[in-house]
Each structure stands twice: as structure tokens, then as C-alpha cells.
């Protein structure tokens, strides 16, 4: 069965400080993955996904398939950044639907 | 982006009641959408996978008599929580997008209360 796992619950930074949650996934066939963003009072949003390899808000995350990893980092943390980070995973054999991560909230102090 | 918008915003009930939440694509047509559930500061919970024209497929765990789904239209789909107890109390996001691979985009969620 395909699962995403975010070990840390909460993360706690200083602004200005390198950044990497976790997440790691357990799938038999090719990952499909993401990370969404939930700020405060808002929706739910994509914020990168592995196939785009793309940097975000300054925000990378690299998919190792060796340690099933795809780790999200970024090298100086800012305030703005406080939010609720997901990990997800998207079955396309099961109509594309996501399997979310538990999440790790980010809190980044002045 | 695309938009996906969700109504009502919030909805307080009485217990035993039903309550129907419409989640709906504003700009594209989504031959699938997905409706989940979250508690404060966790994940997550995929409920059921709703394909417009079908029967929803529901997750295991998760009632289909209790959590009626109906996606009768590529722009609309409805979740409709019958006979409402206070342990239905949740926020409920629906998603959506228009073809497997394609992006996903979140509603803005409801938040049920039920008293």
C-alpha cells in the first residue's frame, strides 16, 4: 500500500536558518510527488512537484529513490514561510488521488 | 490558477440533521474530484474519489451511506452528511483537476459544526 510519512510534527526554526522536512513514501511503482502548503487561514496549495524539479519560494526538494526520500529543503528559512507542509503522493492507477503525509508545521522565529 | 470554490464556508446543525456541502470548479472541468477531511493540525483524510457520471469510490473506513457523494456535472460535486452527529464535526476540502497528471486544486474547505 502506498503510504508518506513526515516524522516531525512540528519544526521549529530561526529566520535565516536552513530548512528540511522530512518525507519519505512507500509505493511499489514509480512516485508521483508533491509538497503542498497550507498557510494560516488559507487553502490548501501546491507549492512543488518532483517531475517540474523546480525551486519555489526557494524551496527544493529532490527525489531519492535509493531511500525513497523526497525531502524538502531550503537554505535560509524566512517568516513568511510559517505554514503547515504536506507531503503527498498521487496514484494515477486510482484516478490521480493524492495520499497526504501528516504533515509538518513550520514555525520560523525572528 | 484554477479555482475551486466550496459552499458554505461554515454550516452549524443540529444533531440528526443532513447537510450538503457543494464543491464546485470555477474555471475548468473536472472529470474527477476528491473529498477529504481534516482535524485541526493534522492531515489530510481522503474520504472518496468522485468521477462525474459514477458511482464515488469510497475509502475504506469511510460510510457511503453516511457520507452521500454525487457528481452529477463536470463543474459540480456534492457531499452530503446524513443524519449529522457531533463526531461528524470536521472541515471538509474537496479538490479537483481535469485528467490524471494534471494539477490539483484545493477548495477553500467547509467547517461543520453540528451540535
Known amino acids: 500500500a502506498q503510504r508518506v510519512t513526515q516524522p516531525e510534527k512540528l519544526l521549529s526554526v530561526f529566520k535565516g536558518a536552513p530548512v528540511e522536512l522530512k518525507c519519505n513514501y512507500s509505493?511499489?511503482?514509480?512516485?508521483?510527488l508533491f509538497w503542498y502548503v497550507q498557510y494560516s487561514r488559507q487553502r490548501l496549495q501546491l507549492l512543488l512537484r518532483h517531475i517540474s524539479r523546480e525551486s519555489i519560494k526557494g524551496f527544493t526538494a529532490d527525489l531519492n529513490k535509493g531511500e525513497t526520500s523526497f525531502h524538502l529543503k531550503k537554505p535560509f528559512a524566512q517568516e513568511e514561510d510559517s505554514a503547515m507542509y504536506y507531503c503527498?503522493?498521487?496514484?494515477?492507477?486510482?484516478?490521480?488521488?493524492?495520499?497526504f503525509g501528516q504533515g509538518t508545521e513550520l514555525s520560523v522565529k525572528p | 490558477g484554477a479555482v475551486v470554490s466550496q459552499h458554505p464556508s461554515r454550516v452549524i446543525c443540529k444533531s440528526g440533521t443532513s447537510v450538503k456541502i457543494e464543491c464546485r470548479s470555477l474555471d475548468f472541468q473536472a472529470t474527477t474530484m476528491f473529498w477529504y477531511r481534516q482535524f485541526p493540525k493534522q492531515s489530510l483524510m481522503l474520504m472518496a474519489t468522485?468521477?462525474?457520471?459514477?458511482?464515488?469510490?469510497?475509502e475504506q473506513g469511510v460510510e457511503k451511506d453516511k457520507f452521500l457523494i454525487n457528481h452529477a456535472s463536470l463543474t459540480l460535486s456534492t457531499l452530503t452528511v446524513t443524519s449529522a452527529h457531533p463526531e461528524d464535526s470536521s472541515f471538509y476540502i474537496c479538490?479537483?483537476?481535469?485528467?490524471?497528471?494534471?494539477?490539483?486544486?484545493f477548495g477553500p474547505g467547509t467547517r461543520l459544526l453540528v451540535l
Open positions: 468522485s468521477n462525474e457520471g459514477s458511482k464515488a469510490t469510497y
Open positions: 479538490s479537483a483537476h481535469h485528467g490524471a497528471g494534471a494539477t490539483v486544486y
Open positions: 509505493y511499489s511503482g514509480s512516485p508521483e
Open positions: 503527498a503522493h498521487a496514484n494515477y492507477n486510482q484516478g490521480g488521488k493524492l495520499i
